[in-house]
């Protein structure tokens, strides 16, 4: 069975820490896997897509990585702030009929 | 920026209405995206669009929801009759299908509340 499970879920931590959330899927056959950030009250916002070749993507204090002999993903946020506090959904995308997975999500909230 | 614009954003109505909700998509995309979003649920793909053509609808209830693309610039979602259970946050979104591998971000709006009395 397709599925997509993320954890914790869910994290506090002191603002300027470091922290990883994890997402471990076992869909196939794979097409890419996003990572999205959710405020509360507005819609997801796209961080990272990261395909089958591609085992590592950054885009600012976000880093995603891959590896997708174990099906494993992970977002790692460097020197969190207070606006990171959010939820955090991780998509994977079947190549067969474009097949959407979805985890539950990790809920970060960042204190002072 | 451009964005993805939902109406309504909220909407209360009676078991047994209709309910349309729309979406205007961010000028030349040519993917749209409908989601359900519960706290029991989380997010499901309901149906989506690529040149205004639907693609797959799997995901919604066919008896009960129906979703179409008049125009490039607007999608619509529609509930008749609408019960209890469809109580949720919908959300639309669109991207650029490059038909390379469906490998392009998504733009979502900022959804739609809807609780069915």
């Known amino acids: 069975k397709n599925q997509v499970e993320q954890s914790p879920q869910s994290l506090i931590i002191l603002e300027g820490k470091n922290c990883t959330l994890q997402?471990?899927?076992?869909?196939?056959?794979?097409?890419?896997l996003r990572w999205y950030k959710q405020d509360t009250g507005r819609g997801p916002v796209s961080l990272t897509i990261m395909t089958f070749s591609e085992n590592t993507k950054s885009n600012g204090r976000y880093t995603a990585t891959l590896d997708a002999d174990t099906k494993q993903s992970s977002l790692h946020i460097t020197a969190s702030q207070l606006s990171d506090s959010a939820s955090y959904i991780c998509?994977?995308?079947?190549?067969?009929?474009?097949?959407?997975?979805f985890g539950t999500g990790t809920s970060l909230t960042v204190i002072p | 920026d451009a964005r993805v614009t939902q109406t309504p954003r909220h909407k209360v109505t009676e078991m047994g209405q209709e309910v349309t909700m729309r979406c205007q998509p961010i000028l030349g995309h040519n993917t749209v995206f409908w989601y359900r979003q519960t706290m029991m649920q989380g997010l499901e793909l309901l149906a989506y669009f690529r040149n205004r053509a639907p693609l797959d609808d799997s995901g919604m209830p066919k008896d009960r929801f129906s979703a179409e693309m008049p125009d490039a610039t607007l999608a619509t979602l529609k509930i008749q009759p609408s019960e209890p259970r469809d109580s949720a946050v919908y959300f639309c979104a669109s991207g650029l299908d490059l038909g390379t591998g469906n490998n392009q971000p998504q733009h979502f709006g900022d959804g739609t509340r809807l609780s069915i009395l």
């Open positions: 997402c471990n899927y076992t869909v196939s056959p794979f097409s890419n």
């Open positions: 998509v994977v995308i079947s190549n067969t009929g474009n097949q959407f997975y």
